[in-house]
């Protein structure tokens, strides 16, 4: 990540874009590691695969309950927000 930070500064950019970059190592690294180590046991962690991931978030969602979780929220209504607002200028921009 050092090496964008620094290509991007003698690029004259803008160096979040190596912020952008490490937010999936980032979340990787939460889900893969953390959580389990977390848990006491590896086999708590995500597994790899469609259905066993379906039945992680099943799991996780029965012991964590997510959705009650006030930062899901406020995620869910940035999200929502957002577009709502990309909508009401996409139609401003379209109408002038």
């Given at each position: 990540m050092?090496?964008?930070?620094?290509?991007?500064?003698?690029?004259?950019?803008?160096?979040?874009?190596?912020?952008?970059?490490?937010?999936?190592?980032?979340?990787?690294?939460?889900?893969f590691l953390i959580y389990p180590i977390g848990q006491g046991s590896f086999s708590d962690g995500m597994p790899l695969g469609i259905s066993s991931t379906f039945n992680f978030m099943i799991v996780f969602h029965a012991e964590h309950n997510i959705l009650m979780h006030?930062?899901?929220?406020?995620?869910v209504a940035g999200v929502f927000g957002?577009?709502?607002?990309?909508a009401m200028h996409g139609s401003l921009v379209t109408s002038i």
């Open positions: 050092g090496c964008e930070w620094e290509l991007s500064f003698r690029l004259s950019m803008q160096p979040w874009i190596t912020v952008a970059y490490s937010t999936p190592v980032a979340t990787a690294t939460t889900v006030p930062f899901h929220m406020l995620g957002g577009s709502l607002f990309s």
